[in-house]
């Protein structure tokens, strides 16, 4: 099976920009969870779509958002960048919803100027 | 906010030693699991046990859980240079079903 992919890979963005991120989880998982990485914060859960629905959502301001298609693809976006997004972005898909491992795509490294 | 902290930030060690990582997290979990980061990449799931569980066992990997002291400690045994990662623990609080990463445990193996 093909794993979790993610694109772009690499981004940069400047202040006040908005971004869009893709997803595309393992043929048959129907969750799929985000996640911002950076050295300060370490990972910190973004929101995780099942069935296209947000079913948790972690402590990030309403700037970020995404969305589940029926395919279970999935899109993260953040509005009006500040420089503190600069971060890696992973997404995980995992076959069920909560407690299930999760498998991660490479990750999608924004930066923001 | 993270729940786990991870002892030792960072490790270094010889190939061929064993390697131990401990976890300590606060709340009531349904299971605990443990990833591997190489540098700037995804993470890769190694082992899950579950709350009922005390220890798992999966090639090198060892993982017990005390769950009366809300702890776990990986252990890699006769390591190797390509285990050089960052390794993190995750819970999967019960009621939240969602992951809450650890800080992670830098693991460099020595040629």
């Known amino acids: 099976k093909a794993g979790v992919t993610q694109t772009p890979r690499y981004l940069i963005k400047t202040r006040g920009q908005q971004v869009t991120l893709s997803c595309s989880p393992i043929s048959g998982h129907r969750s799929v969870s985000w996640y911002q990485q950076t050295p300060g914060q370490g990972l910190q859960f973004l929101f995780e779509y099942f069935s296209e629905t947000q079913r948790n959502k972690g402590n990030f301001p309403g700037r970020f958002s995404g969305r589940q298609f029926s395919n279970s693809r999935s899109e993260m976006n953040v509005s009006t960048l500040e420089l503190g997004d600069s971060a890696l972005y992973l997404c995980?898909?995992?076959?069920?919803?909560?407690?299930?491992?999760?498998?991660f795509g490479p990750g999608t490294r924004l930066t923001v100027t | 906010s993270q729940q786990g902290e991870e002892d030792p930030q960072a490790l270094s060690i010889q190939e061929g030693e064993n390697a131990t990582m401990n976890c300590s997290y606060k709340?009531?979990?349904?299971?605990l699991q443990w990833y591997r980061q190489n540098s700037g990449r995804g993470l890769v799931h190694l082992i899950l046990?579950?709350?009922?569980?005390r220890e798992k066992h999966s090639g090198r990997l060892r993982v017990t859980l005390d769950t009366s002291k809300k702890s776990s400690s990986l252990l890699i045994t006769a390591s190797r240079a390509a285990d050089t990662a960052s390794y993190f623990c995750?819970?999967?609080?019960?009621?939240?079903?969602?992951?809450?990463f650890g800080s992670g445990t830098r693991l460099q193996v020595q040629p």
């Open positions: 995750a819970t999967a609080d019960t009621g939240r079903r969602a992951l809450t």
């Open positions: 046990i579950r709350s009922n569980e």
């Open positions: 995980a898909s995992s076959l069920d919803q909560g407690y299930y491992e999760q498998y």
């Open positions: 709340t009531s979990i349904n299971n």
